[in-house]
């Protein structure tokens, strides 16, 4: 399955406009009363839709994502004969922002889903060997859709705790094999093997002038001078994506210690959903 996103076009912002959020930042405040390393505030709805086999709705301030996930039957990859596979997608329709406009796969989601994928992937949170059902012919493929319903901002972090919390309440349907084809009953099903103390999470920072700012919403986003996403699993570093802009030695030190101040908060409260599970849709 091919990713499917848009292209999204730079929002103008008037200059004034511009000038007065960087001379709040300045004063060491943020236009919606958020201290700058303040994360806007998370609602995780967890396994709302009953029609996929595992799901969740994030709310990050205003932005908005769903994820997805449906289990699948293939072939393994060559070089990992024995595991399962994680095939992360991400779609952002002309609904979630007045500036997206229908269009071919722009470089923007591609990278988002990368990154989501590439800090699951390397956190141990997912068993992928418990995934096999015969090594180098059948294992399960899981296919992980993110939906943006509302972008402003920082989808990297509301993209991965989505995907994440949807993993977490995931199914597998019981295969049979049968003259050596693989037959898949979705009536029997066991619980997706995941180790929640390896929960993976992304923290995305963004630079105004000299000041580091955690969350970005999109006018933060807009007008920063750089940008950078940690993935934190187990308070240890998963991945690192440097998307614009530089940072200072002491910028980054800065960072990485406050990714892990944040990601624990943000791990206790992405538990606490998938310990109670939504039982509607809620959008």
């Known amino acids: ?10 929002e103008i912002l008037p200059q004034l406009r511009k000038e007065t959020i960087k001379k709040i930042v300045e004063q060491g405040k943020r236009s919606d009363g958020r201290g700058h390393l303040d994360f806007r505030n998370v609602v995780l709805h967890v396994n709302p839709i009953k029609t996929a086999d595992g799901s969740a709705i994030v709310s990050l301030g205003n932005t908005k994502v769903v994820a997805g996930v449906k289990v699948g039957v293939g072939a393994p990859y060559p070089d990992t004969p024995d595991e399962g596979a994680l095939i992360v997608n991400l779609e952002t329709p002309p ?9 071919p796969p722009d470089e923007n989601a591609i990278e988002i889903a990368r990154v989501v994928d590439r800090t699951i992937r390397h956190s141990n949170f997912l068993d992928f060997k418990s995934l096999c059902i015969v090594p180098k012919k059948f294992v399960y493929i899981l ?3 993110l939906y943006v319903l509302n972008h402003d901002g920082n989808l990297y972090d509301a993209a991965c705790m989505a995907a994440v919390a949807a993993l977490a309440s995931t199914t597998l349907p019981k295969v049979e094999i049968e003259q050596e084809q693989p037959k898949i009953i979705r009536e029997e099903r066991i619980p997706l093997k995941v180790n929640p103390e390896n929960l993976p999470l992304t923290i995305t920072f963004v630079k105004i002038s000299n000041s580091i700012l955690a969350d970005p919403t999109l006018e ?8 950078i996403t940690i993935g934190i699993s187990n308070n240890k570093v998963v991945s690192i994506q440097k998307t614009i802009g530089t940072f200072t030695i002491d910028d980054i030190k800065n ?4 990714s892990i101040e944040l990601y624990g908060k943000l791990k206790e409260t992405v538990l606490k959903a998938i310990m109670n599970p939504d039982r509607e849709l809620r959008l």
């Open 1 to 10: 399955m091919s990713s499917v996103s848009i292209t999204q076009q730079p």
């Open 220 to 227: 933060e986003e807009n007008i920063c001078d750089s940008r």
């Open 255 to 258: 960072i990485m210690r406050k």
């Open 143 to 145: 296919w992980v859709d």
């Open 95 to 103: 609904l979630a922002a007045p500036t997206i406009e229908p269009g």
